[in-house]
């Protein structure tokens, strides 16, 4: 990835909803080019979506927690449908160490967090759960500062462009 491809990555990331023509200007790069970066960044499997963010707090799951998931011998496959198959896991890892499994979950209340953690506890493959509620967020999910340490350097930009982020 080089600066225009972060660049196209930031513009959609604070701008979800402009099209090519305005990535162009806030680029400062031709439609076309534009065009053809964000069709290489998806075809590559970088742009993964282009769907908004959701506030889980707004939207009524102001209750989340990460749970470290014990799993018995050979029962990935199981457990990945059953934690697929529950709408309140955000996200499930396979990891190592003393956990088989890290998932994010969210709740509506500490009553439908307990409900969430039985459900997934009672399932024939988890051997043990342990769960730590999330009080606050201090760094959230983000990729963006990465991407643009990374970036290496492009040729391809306007000599007028400056970059003006931080």
């Known amino acids: ?5 972060v660049a196209l990555i930031e513009a959609l990331h604070d701008n979800p909803r402009v099209g090519d023509l305005e990535l162009s200007r806030i680029t400062r790069v031709a439609r076309a080019t534009v065009q053809s970066r964000l ?9 993964t979506d282009f769907g908004p963010q959701i506030d889980l707090a ?4 102001s209750v989340q927690a990460f749970v470290t998931l014990e799993i018995a011998q050979g029962s990935l496959d199981a457990v990945t449908d059953e934690l697929s198959a529950m709408p309140n896991v955000l996200e499930a890892y396979v990891t190592t160490g003393t956990a088989d499994v890290v998932c994010k979950i969210a709740a509506t209340t500490h009553e439908d ?5 039985l459900a997934i ?3 024939r493959t988890v051997a043990r759960s342990t769960s730590v ?6 760094v959230k999910t983000r ?6 340490a ?5 040729a391809v930009r306007a000599p007028a462009y400056r970059a003006h982020r931080d």
Request: net charge negative; hydrophobic share 50%; aromatic share 0%.
């Open 1 to 5: 990835m080089d600066q225009l491809d």
């Open 39 to 47: 069709s290489k960044l998806v075809e590559a499997g970088i742009i």
């Open 58 to 61: 707004a939207a009524g799951h």
């Open 113 to 117: 967090l307990q409900r969430i953690l």
């Open 121 to 123: 506890h009672s399932s």
């Open 133 to 138: 509620v999330v009080l606050s967020d201090i």
């Open 143 to 148: 990729s963006l500062p990465m991407l643009r």
């Open 150 to 154: 990374g970036a290496v350097s492009s």
